[in-house]
């Protein structure tokens, strides 16, 4: 074995991790010295946010409910209002990336504190990446003080998680964990923790659908999540999140269904570029091949497989090739309009390119 140079820069970061940890809230709002915590949520995951808001007691100013997905700039501005009406000085963001996405936006505009309760698979807790939506266009960036101060994964909080959005978020996290073993800035550190990922998901994901209060399979996928989301927050993505953050950004389409449709496509385009990291996402799946493989658990958790399945046009094809190409990125494999063009074409038919 030859170890090849690299450089590792870890985040810095606290995460709380287990069934029941949810109760760990209060001391890790005291610990960051919190004494008026807005706790965020999206509307249907009030109850869980009043919960938490409770558990807070006197430290909890408020609940504010209004996280949609892609961080609308006005939903930002007017949680923006709420915090300064109530003179928060934190949030607790209980949710999924939506709900953590929001949480950053606040954390970006006012330098607060995050406490991030996690309940996908979305990995948003783990990175100082941010993301915000406007006339059509996502612009995401990275900056330190967006990064959660604490992490709270309690598997409890994952078992109502509907079966259908469980296996795509799922895969959401595995796609961090793929792109992370070809990324140009992996080390092997990143490599360990993306492999481990990909074989923690891969292996809880279809009993979670099948019977999604498993505790035990919640916790080895909500593990997953953990590590791909670190690996997202540590290593440069390539062509498969450019893609997605695109579909998502442009043509609203949902993050995780779209994240399982793409990611075959992105993992066979990049197949002979990356042998190795291919080799490495086959074995933790248990497979021969990487892409086969990752199509097939889209299949074994019941997920969609094609964009026109979820609200894509054919006709949207060209226009989000052309966004993809108008920055340069790291790919393993170099990109041309034309194999964004095709690539796209593969995935909005579901046909993958064995
Ligand atoms: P989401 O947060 O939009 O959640 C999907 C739906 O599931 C919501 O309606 C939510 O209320 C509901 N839900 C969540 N957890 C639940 C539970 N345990 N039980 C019942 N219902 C539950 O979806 P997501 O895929 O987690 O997040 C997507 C967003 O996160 C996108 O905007 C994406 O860009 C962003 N994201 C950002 C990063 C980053 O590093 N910045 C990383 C990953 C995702």
Known sequence: MTTAPFIHQSLPGRVVFGPGSLA?????????????????????????????ARLL??????????????????????????????????CVAIGGGSTVGLGKAIALETGLPVIAVPTTYAGSEMTPIWGMTEGGLKTTGRDPRVLPRA???????????????????GINAIAHCVEALYSDTANPM?????????????????????????????????????LGGSVLGTVGMAIHHKLCHTLGGTLNLPHAETHTIVLPHAASFNRDAAPEA????????????????????????????????IGMREDDIGRVANLVMRNRYHNPR???LEDVRALLTDAYHGVLNR
């Open 278 to 309: 291919m080799a490495r996402v086959a074995r933790a799946l248990g497979v021969s091949d990487a892409p086969t493989g990752l199509f097939d658990l889209a299949v074994a958790v019941g997920a969609k497989t094609a964009l026109k399945d």
């Open 57 to 90: 007691g006197d430290a909890a100013a408020g609940v504010h409910d209004r996280a949609v997905m892609h961080v609308p700039a006005e939903t930002a501005r007017a949680a923006f209002a709420r915090v300064a009406d109530l003179r928060a000085d934190g």
């Open 24 to 52: 760990h809230l209060p001391a890790e709002a005291e610990r960051l010295g919190l004494r008026r915590v807005l706790v965020l949520s999206t509307p249907g995951q009030r109850g869980l946010a009043e919960e938490a």
């Open 334 to 336: 170099p990109v041309t």
């Open 151 to 169: 992490v709270i994964y309690d598997p409890l909080l994952t078992l109502r998680l509907p079966a259908d959005i469980s296996g795509t978020s």
């Open 190 to 226: 990143t490599s360990l923790m993306a492999e481990e990922g990909v074989r923690a998901l891969a292996s809880s994901l279809p009993q979670v659908v099948r019977v999604p209060d498993d505790i035990a399979a919640r916790s080895d996928a909500l593990y997953g999540a953990w």
